[in-house]
């Protein structure tokens, strides 16, 4: 064998080494983690955000960090070859310090429902990877879901102490839409804030979507308000429903179920 045939077997075997390589990522937030696998992406991850919980397997992939915090040590020590980060929940100083350290960032934003698929396929192309199942069949399920008409209208209450609701341009508004709901704070300036108890005494909403039970909720002693005094409280999984998620289909689906015809 030639020198020449030699030296061009190498090559082509560093080069098919090099197209192998698994590009590996982390996540700054649970659903992020979540949609990295929806696009076939799992075995990417070599760190997760804290709260990542589905599926099962991220429990065996090291945390490294949370919203507020995050371990740059073991980040640096992971060296992901690219790390997503979602655009309307991680802080500013926290993308600049990553950039500061050379890493490469990917923003994932969801600003709507169908901004999910598109998401996937965007993390997807970023890894590589095939999705998990077809994307496009999300907007085919929400849309067989979908109420024509507003019926009733909900809050929706993310917290107790303060009372935390978001407006009409945030996708969870979307969601209970879906189910023929209206957002009693679709005229909220900002995305998400707090409201006092009194403004939701004025509003008077029909129904209340919690995310997850509020034993300490201080609406339940307002029997004035429709929701409270018609026991029009619903609890949803707060994984499925505050997780811009492909999971989110069940908690509207559970959620449309529950609301009057």
């Known amino acids: 064998?030639?020198?020449?045939?030699?030296?061009?077997?190498?090559?082509?075997?560093?080069?098919?080494?090099?197209?192998?390589?698994?590009?590996?990522?982390?996540?700054?937030?649970?659903?992020?983690?979540?949609?990295?696998?929806?696009?076939?992406?799992?075995?990417?991850?070599?760190?997760?955000?804290?709260?990542?919980?589905?599926?099962?397997?991220?429990?065996?992939?090291?945390?490294?960090?949370?919203?507020?915090?995050?371990?740059?040590?073991?980040?640096?020590?992971?060296?992901?070859?690219?790390?997503?980060?979602?655009?309307?929940?991680t802080a500013g100083q926290v993308v600049q310090q990553l950039q500061n350290l050379g890493f490469k960032l990917h923003e994932v934003s969801i600003n709507q429902l169908s901004d999910i698929p598109l998401a996937i396929t965007d993390i997807a192309k970023a890894l590589n990877s095939t999705p998990m199942e077809p994307v496009e069949q999300f907007n085919q399920q929400l849309k067989a879901l979908q109420k024509t008409d507003h019926q009733y209208t909900a809050l929706i209450q993310l917290s107790a102490k303060p009372i935390y609701t978001v407006n009409d341009k945030h996708w969870m508004s979307e969601a209970i839409g879906v189910c023929g709901l209206k957002n009693v704070f679709n005229d909220l300036e900002p995305l998400s804030a707090a409201v006092t108890l009194e403004s939701v005494v004025l509003k008077k909403p029909d129904y209340i979507i919690t995310t997850g039970p509020m034993p300490n909720n201080p609406l339940l002693e307002w029997n004035s308000i429709p929701a409270v005094k018609n026991m029009q409280i619903i609890d949803l999984n707060p994984d499925k429903f505050s997780r811009p998620t492909l999971r989110l289909l069940e908690a509207i689906e559970g959620l449309c179920k529950k609301v009057a015809n």
């Open 1 to 89: 064998m030639t020198i020449r045939v030699l030296v061009g077997l190498l090559f082509a075997t560093i080069n098919i080494s090099c197209d192998s390589k698994t590009i590996t990522s982390v996540t700054l937030s649970p659903h992020l983690t979540e949609l990295v696998f929806s696009a076939g992406g799992g075995d990417s991850l070599v760190g997760v955000s804290a709260y990542s919980n589905y599926p099962e397997q991220v429990a065996e992939l090291p945390v490294i960090g949370d919203a507020f915090r995050l371990d740059y040590e073991l980040i640096k020590t992971l060296n992901p070859d690219v790390i997503f980060y979602w655009q309307n929940g």
